[in-house]
């Protein structure tokens, strides 16, 4: 039964577990950072960045906090008092955490940086490491599609014909790309992901990127697919496409 708005509820447990998992995050950076192997290094450093933020954050930000999904009901955890763009396992829905509430978030939402999830078409593509970064230069994609170098998958997707950022009529036609890897028992798999055709009007670019998701639901692993900036739009997508988040598998 969906309802406008639930209530949240600060957690003295999960501030708990929080500053635990921070503890362990900075000490096991402490250590990693020492070694000589130059990945372990910086994985150890972004360790002792996080756990610090992870144990100070209650301080500045308030308790997180526990509530159900005004939508379907499940269980949704909050870092914080504030927190925004939430992603519901349970039903794909956003939402935000404010003033002791959870609430959808508000549809017309675009964000500076992509930030709402929509899945793939790839259900063996669920954890992901990244080698490099995302980008979205042509040439190199058609470099790839050209030479055929390792698993290039590029995306048949149903693209709503409208700027994924704004809305407004499309002036031109976008591709991406992002090299993965995907982790295997004895090694990584390496990937390259492509999209085509994505529209955008003639004022916006870099609207949506492949990357990894998570979801405010606890117990939830992450998985791997698109993040728009517009809500509007990723809701768009998702109904025009049929593909599921991997962890509804
Ligand atoms: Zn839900
Ligand atoms: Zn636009």
New binding site residues.
Partial sequence: MAETETKLKPSLLLLARNLAIGAMAAAGGYYMVQTSEIVVVILGAGLLLVGPVMVLMPLFMGLPARGV?P????TIETMSRDDRNLL?R??D?YLDAGQGKLRRSDPNRVEAEPSFAAPSPWSDITLVVYPTVAFSASDKIQDWLTTKKGGVRVMEARWPQQCVVCGAKPARFDEMARQIAKPGNVMDTEIVVAAKGIPYCGAHKEGVVFERIDSATPGASGCFGLKFRSLTYRNAFMSANPWRFTWHQ
Wanted: a neutral charge; hydrophobic letters at 0%; proline letters at 0%.
């Fill in positions: 999904c939508q379907c009901g499940g519901c349970g039903c829905s």
